[in-house]
């Protein structure tokens, strides 16, 4: 065993309202810069729908993530070491801008340069790559809230497949449609298969806490990443000819704070907590066999922080100790882990993703509510989470491989639990038998609860900060090593300073933690023995 | 001026080169990239790129065989003087319709493209111009004396190139080369000298560690990026 922590997020797609957000906030921090202008760290897309890039999810045209070879072993899909070398003066499987969608401007200059006319003067679109006019075509999330949907949504790689398992139509007329929101950040993957691309090695997954970065200084713009991530969630500064990518948020994070996109989000549906996983596990898990088997096989991969076994490992590891105590009340364990409602986005990429979604409800009870049911009638709503066969089996593509065994588990757990609380709520007398018919007692259920409908920002982003883990090496590196002239006698010897105790020659006003306490004790103690 | 051309360019060029690499690894490894422009337009360039860029490796590789190879030793092995000429001829002429044809796809897609242009430098412009001049002239060098044997560069271009790396460069074997060559070698030179000032440096980040990393890369985090940052180089704080 070696055990590994990571920073893992959770998104609970009941509570996503589609305000982009969360995507504006990022965009404002990080990627508001010439040559990033088409760039989403973050952004949201309504499914069904083709997402950003265009069709990224179709990756028999991408080549995104990896594949098994007929030995049964991992291999980038997009071709092997020698393949991208030899193969690296172009690279065919590469998104254009316009695949995302050609960045633009407005004319504004011309509101008020205009000369005196009859027209009003119009500011028109300008495209930034080449400034020329241009007309508005695509964007980032051109089809938000099923926009064109009738002549678009066909297109979705998910509506395809689900169409080609379920024999059946997932429809888009208006009366029988449905759709949700889906935010997207980087996955910081247990198997990056971006990282694995890297020709010069400039990408590398960060020991401490998982998070997937580029090293800036030693990108050489090959492209390779792009192609290599099967979200597509790797971008190319076209100023900068270097690639970028959403960071975590790292320098808030290691400071404590939450993600921009965690931080701003209106529907707090975003946790952030730490998931200790085994490392040695990782290519094992990502080389499971049939891919409806992936999700399993990640839960597997991950450590029980609670286990005496795994907290000794993680100590040998060398993790700290505040972030083995965040890994015990870390939110995304409870929710992937101990509940399991939580599901990984496209397992069949084989690259152990871990930001994870619950699965929507909402469609479902919707739904229910609109046929004259009780939309939060156990019964009811079990039986609708089969005969909604639809929405179950797209949500499968999304979060299983097209397995609806986990959706429609963690599904009736939410339906359990909302039939479980309304009872509280009202005053009823709740049936044990609902938790019980998916495998929970009223506590959990309740628990569960608590984190998913009422849980505070504290109990939500549980984040050890980087300092702290390593306070102790830091404050030793801090302080000065003794003076020079501070021998018994010399010129620097020391003692009080003209004007007491803290005056004087003192080249750091740093006080080490333990002295904190021994300081506090001497000036509040009553007798000079208590010290 | 015989001295100058093929006595000092040379070590300048190489200078020059060392020099510039070194600046760049220090001082500018963020810019030190291909600047691909794929992002823009792909279609051509999927095309036009591999095709100049094996083109101009074979012609590297031509110029290596041709330039330290010694006549004596293709000799040894039998090659006669005047097959050595076909295959040099042939082979040469071939990379270079190649590296011609590629690199003119690429300035055909530079010109026409609007967002390449617009990405397009004056560096990029002055080194397009240089590069291609190197290029066009190498084959018009090769080209305009195709018969018999050809011109035998085997007895002068090479024992001098051969003699800057044992220090005592014979200036004098340059004397009676063809005009077109020597052009072409000067275009060579300053190509060399100016690689790390331009786009081309990316020719030295070769990426030949890959293929026995490991796939993933795990790195730690820097001890010294936690906490403030040392002040900058000028912004010292005065003392506290």
Not at chain 1, 98 to 122: C, I, S
Not at chain 1, 412 to 431: I, T
Not at chain 1, 461 to 476: K, N
Request: with cysteine; hydrophobic share 40%; aromatic share 10%.
């Amino acid at each position: 065993m070696r055990p590994m922590a990571q920073l893992a997020m959770v998104m609970n797609l009941d509570k996503c309202i589609g305000c982009h957000t969360c995507s504006v906030t990022c965009k404002q921090a990080w990627t508001n810069r010439r040559g990033m202008e088409y760039v989403w760290f973050n952004n949201v897309e309504t499914r069904p729908g083709q997402g950003y890039p265009r069709r990224y999810e179709d990756q028999d045209r991408w080549r995104g993530g990896w594949e098994l070879n007929r030995r049964g072993a991992l291999k980038l899909k997009a071709g092997g070491r020698l393949k991208k070398l030899a193969g690296i003066f172009s690279n065919p499987r590469l998104p254009e801008i316009k695949d995302y969608y050609e960045p633009w401007t407005y004319d504004y200059k011309n509101l008020t340069d205009a000369p005196l006319g009859t027209d009003y003067p119009v500011a028109r679109p300008v495209s930034q790559l080449d400034g020329k006019p241009m007309k508005i075509a695509w964007s980032s999330n051109w089809d938000d809230n099923l926009a064109g949907a009738p002549a678009h949504g066909d297109l979705d790689p998910m509506v395809e497949r689900t169409r080609e398992r379920a024999a059946e139509k997932v429809r888009f007329a208006y009366e029988q449609t449905f759709m949700f929101y889906l935010p997207r950040i980087c996955e910081h993957c247990l198997n990056p298969s971006c990282v694995a691309s890297c020709p010069s090695g400039a990408m590398y997954k960060r020991s401490e806490d998982g998070i997937v970065l580029v090293d800036q200084d030693r990108c050489r713009g090959w492209r390779m990443c792009v192609t290599g991530c099967p979200y597509k969630k790797v971008y190319f500064n076209h100023r900068t000819g270097k690639a970028e990518k959403c960071t975590f948020c790292y320098p808030r994070v290691e400071a404590g704070l939450p993600t921009v996109c965690s931080e701003t989000c209106v529907g707090r549906l975003r946790y952030l907590g730490v998931v200790l996983y085994d490392a040695d596990r990782v290519t094992g898990a990502a080389s499971t066999p049939d891919e409806r088997d992936l999700y399993e096989a990640q839960l597997d991969v991950f450590l029980d922080p609670a286990d005496p076994a795994v907290i000794r490992a993680a100590k040998e590891a060398g993790i700290p100790y505040d972030w083995l105590q965040a890994a015990r009340r870390s939110p995304v364990h409870a929710l992937v882990s101990t509940y399991r409602v939580a599901l990984p986005l496209h397992p069949e990429y084989r690259t152990l993703p871990m930001v994870w979604y619950i699965p929507p409800l909402s469609p479902v009870v919707d739904a229910l509510a609109e046929t004259g049911h009780d939309g939060e009638d156990a019964g009811n709503l079990f039986g609708a989470i089969d005969t909604l066969r639809i929405p179950l089996e797209y949500l499968a593509e999304l979060f299983t491989a097209g397995d609806v065994g986990p959706v429609r588990a963690s599904l009736e757990k939410l339906a359990a639990m909302r039939s479980h609380m309304r009872s509280v709520n009202l005053g009823d007398e709740p049936d044990p038998a609902v938790p019980a018919a998916v495998g929970m007692t009223p506590g959990e259920v309740e628990d569960m609860y608590r984190l998913l409908a009422i849980a505070k920002y504290e109990e939500r982003y549980v984040i050890p900060t980087a300092a702290v883990g390593d306070a102790r090496r830091l404050e030793e590196s801090a302080l000065p090593e003794a003076c020079s002239l501070d021998y018994d006698g010399g010129p620097g010897m020391g003692g009080d300073g003209p004007f007491g105790q803290d005056s004087g020659r003192r080249r750091l006003p740093l006080v080490p933690v333990e002295n904190f306490h021994i300081l506090r004790r001497r000036q509040t103690a009553d007798d000079e023995r208590e010290v | 001026m015989t001295v100058f051309l093929w006595g000092v360019l040379p070590y300048a060029a190489f200078a020059l080169l060392v020099a510039g690499l070194v600046w760049r690894h220090r001082y500018d490894r963020f810019g030190w990239t291909t600047r691909s422009s794929q992002v823009y337009e792909s279609k051509l360039l999927n095309i036009a790129s591999p095709v100049f860029h094996y083109g101009i490796l074979f012609v590297l590789v031509g110029h290596l065989v041709g330039l330290f190879v010694p006549a004596s030793w293709t000799g040894a092995l039998g090659v006669s003087e005047y097959t050595y000429h076909l295959f040099s001829l042939y082979g040469g002429t071939a990379a270079g319709v190649l590296a011609v044809a590629g690199i003119g796809m690429l300035i055909y897609r530079r010109r026409t493209k609007a967002p390449v242009l617009r990405a397009t430098t004056a560096n990029d412009k002055a080194m397009y111009v240089l590069l291609l001049g190197a290029i066009v002239l190498g084959m018009a060098a090769k080209l305009s004396d195709t018969s018999g044997d050809g011109y035998d560069y085997r007895g002068t271009i090479a024992p001098w190139a051969r003699s800057l790396f044992i220090l005592r460069p014979q200036t004098g074997l340059m004397e009676g080369v063809p005009v077109l060559y020597q052009v072409h070698a000067v275009a060579g030179m300053v190509l060399i000298a100016l690689v790390p000032y331009t786009r081309l440096v990316h020719m030295f980040s070769a990426p030949v560690q890959y293929l026995v990393r490991p796939y993933v890369v795990y790195r730690s985090r820097d001890p010294r990026q936690l906490g403030p940052r040392p002040d900058r180089r000028g912004w010292e704080r005065a003392g506290s």
